[in-house]
């Protein structure tokens, strides 16, 4: 098994930034990528970022390329998500996800087998 925490959730002003957490613990040897998905009030859960262990690839939904960058620590079993230009839109729930695959279809939930509790984000205008 494999628990992920996030951290770093919390108030913050249109256009300014936040940096999230994930740390991972337990059996993380045989997971290849990490993602962030967000969910907000009354709507789906949808794909944010992701990291691919190997190799670093990272992707991004539209909504926030140029704006969000993920990364990882190897050392440190953690993946970020750094949040500039925060607009009220982003406010959701951030939940980050480890999976057992490489690349393809990153996007998909369905594909990462672990999730963390969730960190809330709130963008005000």
């Known amino acids: 098994q494999v628990q992920l925490v996030e951290s770093g959730g919390g108030l913050v002003q249109a256009g300014g930034s936040l940096r999230l957490s994930c740390a991972a613990s337990?059996?993380?040897?045989?997971?290849?990528?990490m993602g962030w998905y967000r969910q907000a009030p009354g709507k789906e859960r949808e794909f944010v970022a992701a990291?691919?262990?190997?190799?670093?690839?990272?992707y991004y939904a539209d909504s926030v390329k140029g704006r969000f960058t993920i990364s990882g620590d190897n050392a440190k079993n953690t993946v970020y998500l750094q949040m500039n230009t925060l607009k009220p839109e982003d406010t959701a729930v951030y939940y980050c996800a480890a999976g057992r695959f490489y690349g393809g279809n990153y996007y998909l939930s369905r594909r990462y087998d672990y999730w963390g509790q969730g960190t809330q984000v709130t963008v005000s205008s």
């Open positions: 337990g059996r993380t040897s045989g997971t290849y990528t």
């Open positions: 990291i691919s262990w190997s190799g670093g690839s990272t």
